[in-house]
């Protein structure tokens, strides 16, 4: 049974700092290529950054500089470092894992980051 369990979400000021956590278990880890989206309120669910097995990452645009994705294949996590975060970074924030072949596809139940003064 695979479980993908984020962690990590919540309230900061601007300018400041998150760490989210993705967690899977089930699944061979290392294989998959992963992700995290954010969606808010009246906008389409959008990628902030994904990082595939070999480790390559890339990032929205919004975010280059600011956050940084990492995976650690040992622990079956991925993080994602959210710094000088601003309230347009406020968003439902969704781990993604999937693969092509066999093609799988599984995400995380979502944590909630709100960065407001």
């Known amino acids: 049974q695979v479980q993908v369990v984020e962690s990590g979400g919540g309230l900061v000021q601007p300018g400041g700092s998150l760490r989210l956590s993705c967690a899977a278990s089930?699944?061979?880890?290392?294989?998959?290529?992963l992700g995290w989206y954010r969606q808010s309120p009246g906008k389409q669910r959008e990628l902030v950054a994904d990082?595939?097995?070999?480790?390559?990452?890339r990032y929205a645009d919004s975010v280059k500089g600011r956050f940084t994705i990492s995976r650690d294949n040992a622990k079956h996590t991925m993080y994602l470092q959210m710094n000088s975060l601003k309230p347009e970074d406020t968003a439902v924030y969704l781990c993604n894992l999937r693969r092509p072949d066999p093609w799988r596809d599984y995400w995380g139940q979502g944590t909630q980051v709100t960065v407001s003064s």
């Open positions: 990082i595939i097995p070999n480790g390559r990452t």
């Open positions: 089930g699944i061979t880890f290392s294989t998959y290529t």
